[in-house]
């Protein structure tokens, strides 16, 4: 099974601050992976898929890249709203695998 | 609208079987694959089934196969999940969620869950 690594496994940050989080794939899975965010007792909520394109109507302060293995969820400007935890999920092969997740509190 | 509604979730002891539901509405049901994802209490996100829309692929989590059967019914908007030979372990909230796409396989919409406990 692929092993999808989230770091950090939780941060705190301002409102307008620019956050950074990263999923490292534990082999190869090409651009496949998404972001999902969950709020306390919700849905998670899709984001973004093929590792950089956004879900229609999800704000453009969120942003996806890749390196390799490495990719990054990017809140350019925090928002009140955005105070959840951020899941990564590989859909390279089965099983589709996430990350542990990264929850975003505030400072 | 999209909706997604489970339902079939409750208490159950080690070894029993439940079957869950999920009612769709507001998309072509017929169209889309759809899966299963769980969560555990405090835990992060698993996998556990996926069904394409004309029921020919089907794939599971090792945590579930042999133990778990997914299936749908196009005429009724249905997704289903029947669990025998429930494990303490699969104590979660389980979500259905609509597959968007059929090269990517993201969960584009999800339902609002449903709980399922196994417990003595």
């Known amino acids: 099974d692929i092993q999808m690594t989230q770091s950090p496994s939780s941060l705190s940050a301002s409102v307008g601050d620019r956050v950074t989080i990263t999923c490292r794939a534990s082999?190869?899975?090409?651009?496949?992976l998404n972001w999902y965010q969950q709020k306390p007792g919700k849905a998670p909520k899709f984001l973004i898929y093929?590792?950089?394109s956004l879900q229609s109507g999800v704000p453009s302060r969120f942003s996806g890249s890749r390196s390799v293995t490495d990719f990054t969820l990017t809140i350019s400007s925090l928002q009140p709203e955005d105070f959840a935890t951020y899941y990564c999920?590989?859909?390279?092969?089965?099983?589709?695998?996430f990350g542990q997740g990264t929850k975003v509190e505030i400072k | 609208e999209v909706q997604l509604v489970e339902s079939g979730g409750g208490l159950v002891q080690p070894g029993g079987s439940l079957r869950l539901s999920c009612a769709a509405s507001?998309?072509?049901?017929?169209?889309?694959?759809m899966n299963w994802v769980r969560q555990a209490p405090g835990k992060g996100l698993e996998w556990v089934s996926y069904?394409?829309?004309?029921?020919?692929?089907?794939y599971y989590a090792d945590s579930v196969k042999g133990r778990f059967t997914i299936s749908r019914d196009n005429a009724k908007n249905s997704l289903y999940l029947q669990m025998n030979s429930l494990r303490d372990e699969d104590t979660a909230v389980y979500y259905c969620?609509?597959?968007?796409?059929?090269?990517?396989?993201?969960?584009?919409?999800w339902g609002q869950g449903t709980l399922v406990t196994v417990s003595s």
């Open positions: 069904i394409s829309s004309s029921s020919s692929t089907i």
């Open positions: 093929a590792a950089s």
């Open positions: 507001g998309f072509t049901f017929s169209s889309y694959s």
């Open positions: 969620a609509s597959d968007g796409h059929v090269v990517w396989h993201y969960f584009d919409y």
């Open positions: 999920q590989q859909s390279y092969s089965t099983p589709w695998t």
């Open positions: 082999q190869s899975i090409a651009g496949y």
